[in-house]
């Protein structure tokens, strides 16, 4: 072959082959359109409606663990106080995932309150007896006393409250949220301690909830 054309073939080839790894190395390219966007969760995103959403719960709990931290039965108490976490009473129009706020709420004070605080597992309570009864059955070992029959009883039950109000008029939507917390003495039923926070929005359209 001549030694001209055979050269060509080669550069050729190479072209090829350098135009395929450009595109390998390239990756797949994403359409055209809204690309996905990463958020804080207490930031306000261009996809939102009237109801309660991430930097509202986030708002709520922060201020909820900070009041509750500072009373004195909590702050000054000889011994951390015991805490049940009630499940949230939601009166809104909004299907709210409503353990999101203990969650959040029992997370921000253990956190906040550097063990100031004890919160009571009793959403848990089938799997600790199971527990205990194998212990005590001498199934497994316990580095504790195993005859101990008792769980520690709460001192405070947290309990909250989701209501809402919503006006619709030909202009768009308004909606009211009120969120209301109470902190319970278990022994009195007295409330030691209650605070709330109130949001309103106003929109052109309704949004979709899930």
């Not at 001209?4 to 390219?29: E, H, K, P, Y």
């Not at 600790?128 to 001498?138: C, I, M, P, T, V």
Request: charged content about 25%; glycine content about 8%.
């Amino acid at each position: 072959m001549n030694t001209s054309i055979r050269f060509t073939l080669l550069a050729g080839l190479g072209a090829v082959a350098a135009l395929l790894a450009g595109c390998v190395s390239q990756g797949v390219q994403n359409p055209s359109g809204v690309p996905v966007t990463e958020l804080k969760p207490d930031e306000r995103g261009f996809v939102a409606g009237t109801g309660v959403e991430s930097q509202d719960l986030v708002a709520v709990t922060d201020k909820m663990a900070r009041s509750i931290l500072a009373i004195a039965e909590i702050a000054h108490a000889a011994t951390p106080p015991r805490i049940v976490l009630d499940p949230i009473v939601n009166d809104t129009r909004f299907p709210i995932n409503k353990d999101i706020f203990n969650d959040r709420l029992r997370i921000e004070l253990n956190k906040q309150s550097l063990g100031k605080v004890r919160f009571l597992a009793r959403d848990r309570m089938a799997t600790l007896e199971r527990e205990r009864a194998l212990k005590q059955n001498g199934q497994v070992t316990a580095s504790s006393d195993p005859n101990v029959t008792e769980f520690r009883g709460a001192d405070y039950f947290l309990t909250g409250k989701l209501a809402g109000m919503t006006t619709k008029a030909s202009a768009g939507v308004s909606d009211y949220v009120l969120y209301s917390f109470q902190l319970i003495d278990a022994r009195t039923s007295e409330i030691v301690w209650e605070d709330s926070a109130e949001i309103k929005k106003q929109g052109l359209e309704d949004a979709a909830y899930r």
